[in-house]
Structures are given as C-alpha cells and as structure tokens.
C-alpha cells in the first residue's frame, strides 16, 4: 500500500507492494491495526458496535481523499451468507455505506459475492490465504454492468496480507473495471 509521497512527489511503496505488485492501482489506510484502533475494529466486527462504522468511516473519507475519482463506485468486501447470518452485519458493509454519505459518491453493497466460504484466515501465510481465496469472490452477476468501465473503491475493515482485496480487484477487472482502489480502516503492520 503506498505511502504518503515524499518531498519531491514520488510515491513511496511499502516493502510488500515492492515485493509482489497488487492488483489495484492505489490504496491507503486510516490507522495501524494495533492498540486502540484494534479494540475499536474489533468491537465493530464481533462486539456488535455497528454505530462505530459512521466515524471510522469520517477518518477513511480523510485518509483516502486523494483516491476518490468522478463516477467511481464503492463496494465493500463481501462476507459469505454464512458468516453475515451468524454476524447479522457485513462491517465492511456498513463502512462502505456511511463512506459513500460521506463523499458523495455511489455504493453498491452486493457489487461482489463471496461464493465459497473460507475459512478464517487468522494465522496464515500471504501464499496460504492467496490459495484459500482462489476463485472465492466474483462479481454479482446482475451487478456486473455497474462495473463495466468504472473505478472501483474496494473497502474493508482491515488489511492483512492483502489477499481479499486482491481476490476483490481480481473479480472487478474480470467483469471490466476500469481503475480499482482500496480503502482500509485499518492496516496489519508488519514486525520489523
């Protein structure tokens, strides 16, 4: 995910994105998923503390307010059916949601379905999620004209590896997106 530009207005990537090229072309976070901001997003995703999407959305409006273009649609990453029965909200969802209120821009909630449910991803590898979301998201397919020719801003709550949001902007230039973006509440770092 870059960082922000240094003085002489070159983007500054992240050893990872150096490693291995993301499939997106732009990308930022609001916070460090650690501390405060940990217990803030864990309280939204399995406290059930949804209110707590409408200001996190308000601090990604402000980190990511150099990726919003004209005529870009939102979407957030989607949950299995099963897992938004047994959690009763995508938290993804929600952020998407007050984000678009925010900016003025378009969501589309079920741009994107996960057809397979995965397993939890805690504890995994970069390869070993990659694998496991392997052909597991596509796109809605009475979604897919919403797509056609479009930015697309990808939102999660937290970025890991990156293997989601990889699966995600994979499915939206299968169904012919134009640029696509992502926008994370929060970002794993990584131990130096």
Partial sequence: MPLPGGADGHRIECDDCLKAPRPWQDGRAALL????????ILALKHGDRPELAKPAARWMALAGRTLFRPGMVIAPVPLHWSRLIKRRYNQSALLAHHLGQEVGQE????????????????????????????????????RCHRIRGRDVLLVDDVMTSGA???????????????????????RVAKDA
């Fill in 164 to 186: 989601t949001l990889a699966a995600c902007a994979q499915a939206c230039t299968s169904s012919g997106a134009n640029h696509i973006f992502v926008l994370v509440l929060a």
């Fill in 107 to 142: 969501v589309c909630p079920d741009l994107l379905v996960r057809q397979t449910k995965t397993p939890v991803l805690d504890g995994k590898t970069a390869a070993e999620r990659a694998e496991i979301l392997k052909n597991a998201i596509s796109s809605h397919p009475k």
């Fill in 33 to 40: 998923y650690q501390g405060r901001a940990r217990s803030l």
